[in-house]
């Protein structure tokens, strides 16, 4: 019998799923922040290329600097350019180092398949090496 229009059927509903790491963008240098530009991060398109991001998608920004954590979205930049836009640029200041997450949501049929993207950045916001980590079993 099929549920009727509008209505789950009970294996949908007890479906569980994870969170997971789905990219990581490690050690880039803030280039400048803009407390009156609307909110968000500006990333270096290349960077976001090779860590799998997409302009608007939601990323966490932890300062290593200074400890300062925040939520905000992508926006593509320029070469090497990592900036912070909005309210949040008033959380960093240009120079400080930043790690960007962005996370996944997994069945657990999907978790094994999945590979969280790993990008570490050198000198001048340049990628150093670039990697895919598979989950570990415990």
Known sequence: MRPAPGRLSLPALSTVFRTFLKT???RA???AA???YEGSITIDRAACRAAGLLEFEQVDVLDITNAARFTTYV???GTGEFQIN???ARLVTPGDLIIVLAYCRL???EIAAHRAKIVLM???NV???AREQPVTPA
């Open 24 to 26: 990581k963008i490690h």
């Open 29 to 31: 240098v803030i280039t």
């Open 34 to 36: 803009d407390p009156d």
């Open 75 to 77: 926006i593509y930049g």
């Open 86 to 88: 909005g309210a949040a």
């Open 107 to 109: 069945a657990e049929a």
């Open 122 to 124: 050198g000198p001048g």
């Open 127 to 129: 990628i150093a090496s």
